[in-house]
């Protein structure tokens, strides 16, 4: 078996283990034969766009060194139903194969209501035809809720692997290999690029670090820097334009004018930031006050560190918390009700409800239970939501309070830069711990 085959995969080390089992039963039959074991009947990779799947569906192919017939939509529907009866031909004649069915829930342009659509039924047909003739079919899939729940079954697929966007370990993997093929001025943290680009696809991950590679060319720069890896992450990630960090350099002249819209928003963030490092240390990757292609508008990205180990519940809380550190930053520096944080409470309040209906944090009786509710049930759930809310809203005050300090140090750095990153936070902090006391 052609294990080195597999190297091409960054990452992922489960499914490559899983990938050179299938292989080994492909290339060596005889062993498996003596047992009265047959191959897998097929193997559907599904996922969404970017994550390697017809990369891994390759080196499958590569390891196994089988005549392969890939299968993909490129004809008209009439013509199309043909072609995939041709190709099933074609491995037939050409067996022991390996029929690839490349992108396989674009076979048919149905919607969700109606799968049993003629494309699907004459691939199922076709793979129960080829049955017992050495044929191995692989399909690769982005989403797997398109296809009929038939053609999905043990004897057509009998083994379904979810790619998952890369995360913790995998992501760091992936990220050191697309850096190692860059010049930068400092290479920066993988681990730190992976907590900002936390659940992204590996194409994007590619897709921001060359971003950043434009910039730095763009500007004649021999080297690629972290802010050049700042910029491209905020375009590619958040939507966020080059003509938004020209139009943003000069937001802020007075932090102490309550009337300022831009002093509002600095504080804002700050207001998320501190909070969400208090609670969660090293986990804000990035604070920025600009938002969108509109101007204006402010993010504060955080990672869940340890999150494996953290007890669930205690998470959600300082979620919620986090989510309201905004509304409090502008208060806790102003005195005033912070306008523009609907957003912050929508999803603040989502996350309330679903602690109090699916979690049962505040008893059982709470339980949405799929019927419609009573008007006293939803006045019920509506007093303990904002009673929630309002508890926490006072934490998060007390946190600002407690932490004035880097509170207004991280205010000051976003009206400097207006981006500032985990590393600036936590250069904040050390400047802060080696003050003497007061």
């Known amino acids: 078996m052609k294990t080195n085959a597999f190297d091409k995969i960054i990452g992922y080390e489960n499914i490559k283990e899983e990938l050179m089992q299938i292989t080994d039963v492909l290339t060596n039959p005889d062993v498996y034969s003596k047992l009265g ?90 793979i129960d035809e080829i049955k017992g003739r050495n044929i191995f079919v692989l399909a690769t899939v982005n989403d797997i809720n398109k296809l009929p729940q038939s053609l999905c079954r043990a004897g057509r697929f009998d083994r379904i692997i979810k790619i998952e966007p890369p995360t913790g370990e995998d992501a760091a993997k992936i990220i050191e290999y697309y850096l190692s093929k860059k010049k930068f001025h400092v290479e920066p943290d993988p681990k730190f690029i992976g907590d900002v680009l936390n659940g992204c696809s590996c194409a994007k991950l590619e897709t921001v670090i060359n971003e950043a590679g434009i910039y730095a060319g763009a500007e004649r720069s021999d080297l690629i820097t972290t802010e050049h890896f700042v910029r491209a992450c905020m375009y590619v990630v958040f939507d966020v334009h080059e003509n938004c960090f020209s139009a943003n350099m000069d937001l802020c002249k007075n932090l102490n004018n309550a009337n300022s819209r831009s002093a509002q928003v600095i504080y804002h963030e700050a207001g998320h930031a501190v909070v969400s490092e208090v609670l969660n240390p090293g986990s804000v990757t990035i604070v920025s006050l600009l938002g969108g292609r509109n101007g204006v508008g402010g993010l504060t990205v955080c990672s869940d560190l340890n999150s494996e180990d953290a007890d669930p519940f205690n998470l959600k809380i300082q979620r ?93 750095a976003l009206a400097e830069k207006s981006t500032i990153t985990k590393m600036d936070i936590q250069k904040i902090k050390k400047r802060l711990a080696e003050q003497p006391a007061a």
């Open 320 to 412: 919620i918390i986090s989510g309201l550190g905004g509304m409090a930053g502008v208060e806790c520096k102003f005195g005033i009700a912070n306008c523009g944080a609907s957003e912050d409470l929508d999803i603040v309040y989502r996350r309330m409800y679903g602690l109090i209906r699916s979690d049962c944090v505040w008893g059982l009786s709470n339980h949405s239970k799929g019927f419609d509710e009573s008007e006293h049930k939803k006045h019920q759930l509506e007093v303990i939501a904002s009673a929630q809310v309002e508890k926490y809203y006072h934490k998060a005050k007390e946190i600002i309070t407690q932490n004035k300090e880097l509170f207004e140090a991280i205010a000051h």
């Open 37 to 126: 074991v047959a191959p897998p009947a097929g193997l559907l990779l599904y996922g969404e766009p970017g994550l390697g799947k017809t990369l891994m569906a390759q080196c499958l192919i590569n390891a196994c060194g089988r005549y392969t017939v890939t299968c993909r939509k490129d004809k008209p529907d009439g013509d199309f139903t043909k072609h995939i009866k041709d190709c099933f031909k074609k491995a037939a004649e050409n067996a022991p194969s390996i029929l690839l069915l490349d992108d396989l829930d674009k076979f048919s342009n149905s919607d969700d209501r109606r799968r049993d659509t003629e494309e699907y039924v004459t691939v199922q047909s076709c």
